[in-house]
């Protein structure tokens, strides 16, 4: 029997919805489990499959026009789809563009004052709807949701299908079920030995299918067995895994909020900490922090840094409601450049390599002038280059407003409180799990921390305060018995530590902080942010969503090559690099 994806496919249309479901961004189905470089759009897979499983008739034109009905892609499915309304004056943008429909201009609209207007006698769903199916392909999809977001089509399209495939069903799931028989007299078992971040096994359950999936990476095993297993938990579960969620939050932060460690004098509490190195400058021996711009914040209110000189060092004043020219002057002001640092003294540039002391071996391979790390070092020595230095706190009020200043020594002091916890606890730590302990592998990627900062174990990309909340959460999630709610925990922390390590940059544009894996390396850098407990709720209390999926997915962890199961259709996408 030849499938219907051997004869033809609409690589056109389908090419134009995987876009759109990319430019969904976080909002995709699996984006909110965890991050996964190179996820394939989930409405490829579902138009794989069932071109693969659909027989091609001796009719190609209904062929397709039954494809298009079951993926929603036809006129009539693109109508049930449509969510969003034009408003006045994009509809007669539109029909003055429309050569057929210009005639209807002062039928359909009221022009004469200063707001364009329907006329109140026109049904504004029917002119509504006759404009946009004069739209292209591209432009319609700005208007519509998803094809996986329709919860099914109408009963005329359900009759059309299944009269000319010879089935009864009266949704996807069913349809796929018998057509699954017809081809295999069983319902049919998709495979994906390189399952990555589990779009392959997720969406083929979704639809019904039995899946299995195989990687040898353990993040894709456990965020593909999440998709099926999470997403498609009960509403009974997934009351359960919030309810975790939020007992773990509130758990965690009144440890925090009882130690003090995240409040100032005030009782305002501390939302963003920025950080930085700093070094003494080689010429004139005066420790400079290494800041690449002075500028703090602009979105929520113009915030600036002022280097001050005090000594051999430099105070860091931090003035709000800076003036425009405060902040350009800040913007240009930055002591670390692609060139090195600048030393605001004596104006000398030094590279960041020399200030390293790296060097050269008479074979020509670089020695790093860096302390290496132990494993249980959490912050830079006296003697070494690097110091680590909090410079800016960002604060919220009782009543929400919210303002940036320079720690004082009550914020100083919450931070040795911190320090001196880390240090007494984080042997016991790393034997128990809480946080990491494990060497970093030498790599292309990994090089750079050993050469930039020193760090040699996973647990040095932490600060202290990091360390010291992340164990908080990791504590709770390791008390739980269920492997459902155990590896929501593991997804949750994930996040957590993604959006709240050493490598997460501040960005004053917006006044926010960057993801670690905001693109696919490890950079080091010579300012980050902290987040305090309190900014951990869009983190750890992610939104989960109930997709019923086939639970009969066999999930292993082993190389493709090792593979012994059976599957009837084999839709796959290896790692380039390989």
Known sequence: MISFIEKQFPVSKISKESYKERKAGPNQTLTGLGKWWGRKPLVIVRTAILGCLMPASDNP?????????????????VEL????????????????????????????????????KLNSSVNKKEVELTVFNTLGYDEKLTKCILPEQLKNL????????????????????????????????????VGDCFCGGGSIPFEAARMGCDSYASDLNPVAGL?????????????????EIKQFQQDVFHKVDHQITALGIEHN???DRALTYLYCVEAD???????????????????????????????????????????????KEAGKAGTATSKGMICPHCGKTTPIAALRKDRKDENGNTIFGLRQWEKTDFDFREDDVYSERLYVIRYERPDGTRYYRAPNEHDLQNESKVKQMVAENIVSWQEQGLVPSMEIEVGLETERLFKERGWTHWNHLFSARQLYTLSRFTEQM?????????????????????????????????????????????????????RSQAMFNTSWLYNISEYPTSKSANIQLCDARDVSVNCHLWITDPPYAD
Not at 154 to 162: H, S, V
């Open 265 to 267: 004098e005030q009782g």
């Open 223 to 239: 965020l593909t067995w999440a998709s099926i297993n999470i997403l498609g938990a009960s509403a009974k579960e997934l009351e």
């Open 154 to 189: 109408d009963e005329q399209t359900w009759n059309e299908i299944n009269h000319h495939l010879g089935t009864s069903a009266n949704n996807l799931r069913e349809l796929i079920k018998q057509l699954s028989i017809k081809r295999y007299g069983r319902r049919v078992v």
């Open 61 to 77: 034109k209904r062929d397709m026009d039954i494809f298009l009905k079951i993926m929603s892609m036809d006129q009539t499915g």
């Open 81 to 116: 789809r449509k969510d969003k309304s034009f408003s006045a004056a994009e509809m007669y943008e539109i029909v003055e563009k429309n050569k057929k429909l210009r005639s209807r201009i002062n039928e359909w609209f009221d022009i004469t004052g200063d707001k364009i």
């Open 478 to 530: 390791l008390l739980i018995s269920s492997q459902l709610i155990k590896v929501s925990g593991i997804l949750g922390l994930n996040k957590l530590v993604n959006w709240n390590s050493q490598l997460c940059g501040w960005n004053p544009a917006r006044d926010n902080a960057t993801q670690t894996f905001y693109n696919q390396a490890l950079n080091s850098l010579t300012n980050w942010v902290v």
């Open 281 to 327: 400058c080689p010429e004139c021996k005066v420790r400079i922090p290494l800041l690449p711009s002075l500028v703090v914040g602009i979105r929520a209110g113009k915030v600036v840094a002022k280097l001050l000189r005090n000594g051999q060092t430099y105070d860091i004043a931090i003035k709000m409601n800076a003036t425009a020219t405060e902040v």
